[in-house]
């Protein structure tokens, strides 16, 4: 194809034309003498080559859901859980089904991908998908139970709230869950499998917008931003504020605090956090002040704590107003 009478500009129109540019018309951008043709033809192949090794990758990641469905199981969900290790808050686990030969996501382990990333994935995968389950054990099943059953726990309860039933399960880990499904435990499955790594997406996309939620409702431990993991700043709050209700009390930072063990911490805690006015802040610590004997001293110094930080606010809101 000679293009030589062509402009540049008449040839990115033609270029335009083409979903996929063939071949010849493609040797012939490789061949004219023209800088700027060249670096386009350049392009299209750099393209194709990022194209073929996406394809690559996908078929890499599908290997274990298609061995599935060779077997008949065409359902198949791929499972997987955030949050083992922050000090605070659920653990909450994902389930997603993808139907056999959709336009499947290009989702990759949660953990190396950035927040704004992640973001762009969970919508596509919520649009995507056939079904999507959620589960969390929260932080008093997971002070009961320890981490790993609350973490098995979550991933159960992620596959019963799909609303399609599987009929198998790819679950990340070394463990499979106590349910009549063919399974298989897929180590670093979040990386080199496709549903895997869109329910640890899910999972993380989910726990991150909780935790936010509870930045909101415990101020001062900067939960937006480490999300309950053991940073230095989470770390040195927890020290000075002492811990709130969905910390993990039987984790050793938070213990090591005190073992704020008596039932009715969490509510007062609670309360206190949420007094809306002086006057409300009052009645709770006076109904507090009977009790003081029967706290421990890390549960006291707790909602002392709480109550200054409560006071020093809902009178700077005052005279705001003012």
Not at 34 to 52: P, T
Not at 98 to 114: N, T, V, W
Not at 154 to 164: D, K
Not at 237 to 259: D, K, Y
């Amino acid at each position: 194809m000679d293009l030589s009478e062509l402009s540049v500009i008449a040839i990115k129109s033609l270029l335009a034309e083409y979903d996929t540019v063939p071949e010849e018309l493609l040797g012939s951008l490789t061949a004219d003498p023209r800088q700027q043709v060249q670096a386009l033809a350049g392009r299209i192949r750099r393209a194709r080559e990022q194209a073929a090794e996406r394809a690559q990758t996908l078929e890499r990641m599908l290997e274990r859901e298609r061995r599935f469905h060779e077997r008949g199981c065409r359902l198949v969900a791929g499972v997987d859980e955030v949050g083992r290790g922050p000090l605070a808050g659920p653990v909450v686990a994902a389930a997603v089904i993808f139907e056999s030969g959709c336009a499947y996501p290009a989702a990759r382990d949660s953990k190396i991908l950035p927040a704004q990333a992640r973001e762009e994935l969970y919508q596509e995968i919520s649009e995507k998908a056939l079904a999507v389950g959620l589960g969390r054990a929260e932080h008093g099943e997971i002070d009961r139970l320890n981490i790993h059953n609350a973490s098995l726990l979550a991933m159960y309860r992620a596959v019963q709230n799909l609303t399609t039933a599987p009929q198998a399960l790819l679950v990340d880990g070394r463990m499979v869950l106590r349910l009549d499904l063919p399974q298989e435990a897929v180590v670093g499955g979040d990386g080199i499998c496709l549903s895997v790594a869109a329910a640890s997406i899910v999972a993380k996309v989910t726990r991150d917008r909780l935790m936010c939620e509870f930045d909101r409702v415990y101020p001062g431990y900067g939960f937006a931003r480490h999300k309950g993991y053991p940073t230095e700043d989470h770390v040195r709050a927890l020290r000075e504020l002492g811990p709130c209700p969905i910390h993990r009390r039987s984790f050793a930072t938070v213990a090591s605090l005190g073992s704020f063990g008596r039932d009715d911490w969490p509510a007062f805690f609670d309360q206190l956090n949420c007094a809306a006015s002086l006057e409300e802040l009052e009645t709770v610590a006076s109904l507090i002040k009977p009790l003081a004997g029967g706290f421990t001293p890390e549960e006291l110094a707790s909602l002392r704590a709480l109550y200054r930080r409560r006071r020093d606010s809902l009178k700077k809101g005052q005279l705001h107003l003012l």
